[in-house]
């Protein structure tokens, strides 16, 4: 019954699609194809790949991946058709990509990691349920595996408040506040039937209030197959 749901609920998506905006597949998706084929940008594997390193290697986050993969096991043992639903997700999310060779943003990875988050909760269960098969003594194994427990928790949460404190120094942007100005001046100094092209365009649409012409393509159609030409020029000229 899910099945027959969740397809009829793709159907409709694809028929409103295709009256709304004459195709199936969203402009988007088509043009971050075309450019994650064009060479100029790295691809979804090999950035999936180089940031995966850099998670692993930070001791503030190790302990997600160290409690999710046994998680994941301990899980399916418990909840099979629930995990398996999860990690099909996973494995499809991360197939759909890699296989239409899509540019790689950071983004498109956060499927993966919340993923692994929802099963460090099962791996947390793991070592609960495990330690007694290692450590005999039932007091020396609930003192272990609650310790464990505890340290790990406690890993996971100065990790995600460091992140936090991170991203909240960094903010706000020095370069979105630009883009906010700029947006603002064009405003105010440019005719309303003038156009603005870049690379990064919400901001400066938002607030310039101007047609934008988007120089990857996302937003203007036929700009995509340029840059896969390297004619970086074409969307400015024409």
Do not use: C
Not at 28 to 54: C, D, E, H, V, Y
Not at 84 to 107: D, K, M, N, T
Not at 174 to 193: D, K
Not at 208 to 228: E, F, N, Y
């Amino acid at each position: 019954r899910s099945l027959i749901v969740s397809g009829l609920l793709v159907l409709s998506w694809m028929v409103v699609s295709w009256m709304v905006i004459g195709r199936i597949v969203p402009t988007t998706l088509g043009t971050k194809i075309t450019l994650g084929q064009s060479g100029w940008f790295t691809p979804f594997l090999t950035g999936a790949r180089g940031l995966a390193g850099q998670y692993f290697s930070d001791s503030r986050l190790i302990a997600i991946p160290l409690l999710a993969w046994p998680g994941i096991f301990f899980a399916l043992m418990k909840q099979r058709p629930v995990w398996s639903l999860i990690g099909l997700w996973i494995i499809g999310h991360v197939a759909f990509y890699a296989g239409l060779q899509l540019a790689f943003y950071h983004w498109y990875l956060v499927p993966i990691v919340f993923g692994l988050s929802l099963a460090v909760g099962p791996g947390l269960s793991a070592i609960r349920a495990y330690t007694p098969l290692v450590i005999r003594s039932r007091f020396a194994a609930t003192a272990v595996s609650t310790a464990a427990m505890f340290a790990m928790s406690a890993a996971l949460v100065t990790g995600e408040l460091r992140a936090t404190r991170n991203w909240a120094r960094i903010k706000p942007d020095p370069r979105e506040e630009l883009y906010g100005r700029v947006g603002s001046w064009l405003a105010e100094h440019t005719p309303p039937e003038a156009s603005v092209a870049y690379v990064e365009v919400g901001r400066l649409g938002y607030y310039s209030r101007r047609p934008i012409i988007d120089q990857m393509g996302l937003v203007t159609a036929g700009v995509a197959d340029k840059v896969a030409e390297s004619d970086f020029g074409w969307p400015i000229y024409h």
